[in-house]
């Protein structure tokens, strides 16, 4: 059985320091079986499914909310401030609306937790029961394999972090069931954020994977007007599919201008969109290097945890020759601290020049390197690591060790 101790422990923070608890997540990442794994541990917390016909006292658990209960769920919220009832709120909503409205009426008053698809540091080399991940979105695609043993080290790397993607029975299978949780999602009414119903996500969506790690260029002109392209990564962004990082350079060079840096952030939805179904086709894809930096860059902002952490990366000119950081975690709360960290799928692969260009620009001094290999290295000044090895280096750091 996979376990997420972490996500449960912050729930365990959650709810005592605010009323609501808004679990957010793609479809099928496993909310339903976090909130399961939760309540077994707890003997306060309950699930219900009116907002309106609950009870006062202990933990009031929400799953699958939609829109049409949002306003029971804020009376019940106001209610317990007016009694002084010692009642809290998980609510997992069921779409980006619901999210929304959920976040407006009762602002001030949630503590959001993401469910990320699962990472590498989160596997166990074991079974889950493909059930306890299912959601509403679709039906299962082929026949439903009931266990399945995660063995080959770059199967989440190559099928991402959604449970009921990552356990299919085969690759295509796999594949099959990412492509149906994408098409719903992506044909949704968004609306609300200006996206009309005739403006196509889905081939959005599609440009920025196959441009996958590359700098937004906001002036492209076939997505409609620039205002329509902004909003469709906007839903983009706030769906979880993909992140969007700061160049640092701005902060040396303020006399230039600097763009974004977008990434797919699940591997599996990557692949889904550039047609790569196995191993075989990811080690001689084109796209293994951008691939990999989504794939490393995603577990190391997750081993962050709590901890306060500005992401960015840093480039500056053209080519080969360009001063580049992948990532730049930067600790507040550590005096500042800032740790640069560049990405290589091969174990032997050393930075480039202008990763280190770049840190003297940005007065940075702990560097390292991650790779996709099975081992460390750490013989030389900057080390090698593997990505399990990187994911617990950068936890130590986030805790100021």
């Not at 889905?202 to 620039?226: M, Y």
């Not at 992140?243 to 952030?265: C, E, T």
Request: net charge neutral; with cysteine; glycine share 8%.
């Amino acid at each position: 059985m996979i376990g997420r101790p972490a996500l449960v422990a912050q729930l365990d923070l959650a709810v005592g320091s605010r009323p609501v608890t808004l679990l957010q997540g793609l479809p099928r990442v496993g909310r339903t079986q976090l909130i399961d794994e939760w309540i077994k541990r707890r003997t306060d917390a309950r699930r219900e499914t009116d907002p309106a016909a609950i009870v006062a006292g202990g933990i009031v658990v929400f799953d699958q909310f939609d829109l049409a209960n949002v306003a029971a769920l804020v009376a019940a919220v106001r209610a317990t401030e007016v009694t002084g009832a010692r009642t809290r709120f998980m609510v997992a909503p069921i779409d980006l609306a619901t999210t929304f409205a959920v976040r407006d009426k009762l602002a001030g008053l949630f503590h959001a937790i993401e469910v990320a698809p699962l990472r590498l540091d989160e596997l166990e080399d074991g079974a889950v029961p493909l059930a306890a991940a299912m959601g509403p979105v679709v039906a299962a695609a082929g026949p439903t394999a009931e266990l399945v043993s995660v063995t080959d080290p770059r199967r989440l790397w190559v099928r991402g972090g959604l449970p009921e993607s990552l356990y299919a029975a085969d690759d295509q299978d796999s594949f099959t069931r990412r492509h149906q949780m994408l098409a719903p999602l992506l044909e949704r009414d968004y609306t609300r954020w200006h996206v009309l119903p005739a403006f196509p996500l889905w081939n959005l969506f599609d440009w920025l994977a196959r441009r996958n790690s590359n700098e937004l260029d906001e002036t492209v002109t076939q997505f409609g007007k620039r205002h329509e392209l902004k909003s469709g990564i906007f839903v983009l962004e706030k769906l979880g599919l993909i992140r969007r990082l700061a160049n640092a350079a701005m902060s040396v060079r303020p006399d230039k201008d600097f763009k974004d840096k977008l990434f797919v952030r699940d591997t599996g939805l990557l692949h889904a969109m550039i047609g790569v179904v196995t191993t075989d086709d990811l080690e001689h894809s084109k796209a293994i290097g951008s691939s990999f930096e989504s794939y490393a860059i995603e577990a190391l902002l997750a081993a962050v945890g709590t901890a306060e952490c500005r992401a960015r990366y840093y480039r500056f000119g053209d080519g080969q020759g360009a001063d580049e950081i992948d990532l730049i975690l930067q600790f507040p709360t550590q005096q500042g601290r800032q740790i640069a960290i560049e990405c290589k799928v091969g174990p032997s692969k050393s930075a480039r020049p202008g990763f280190f260009r770049a840190c003297g620009l940005m007065g940075i001094t702990e560097q390292l390197v991650v790779h996709s290999g099975p081992d460390a290295d750490r013989s030389e000044r900057i080390p090698r690591l593997d990505l399990r090895s990187a994911i617990k280096r950068v936890a130590e750091i986030a805790v100021g060790r």
